[in-house]
Nanobody, 113 residues
Framework: QVQLVESGGGLVPAGGSLTLACTASGRTAIASATAIRWFQKAPGKEREWVAQMLPSGTTYYPDFVKGRFTISRDNANNKFFLHLNNVQPEDTGVYYC?????WGLGTQVTVSS
């Protein structure tokens, strides 16, 4: 089991940038995880996948964030990141990191228009 803690959320103006971090601890190293992912739960909506990275480094994004969000990882420090660029009000929500079956508690991102 791995424990995950998100950080880096906050208030950001539309068009701005923000980087979220996920720090992993426990028995599973992110380098060996099946996949590392970020999810967004927007107000009134279900939690939705926004970024994924496989052990090979291959990344995937849904169309609504492609070109704006980037997932990266730091295997040496067992951390991974979500870089949000050109954020829009619809990017507001709680962002969760996920490694296999483990989840963090989330970090709030609020985009002001």
């Amino acid at each position: 089991q791995v424990q995950l803690v998100e950080s880096g959320g906050g208030l950001v103006p539309a068009g701005g940038s923000l980087t979220l971090a996920c720090t992993a601890s426990g028995r599973t190293a992110i380098a060996s995880a099946t996949a590392i992912r970020w999810f967004q739960k927007a107000p009134g909506k279900e939690r939705e996948w926004v970024a994924q990275m496989l052990p090979s480094g291959t990344t995937y994004y849904p169309d609504f964030v492609k070109g704006r969000f980037t997932i990266s990882r730091d295997n040496a420090n067992n951390k991974f990141f979500l870089h949000l660029n050109n954020v829009q009000p619809e990017d507001t929500g709680v962002y969760y990191c996920n490694v296999d079956t483990s989840w963090g508690l989330g970090t709030q991102v609020t985009v002001s228009s």
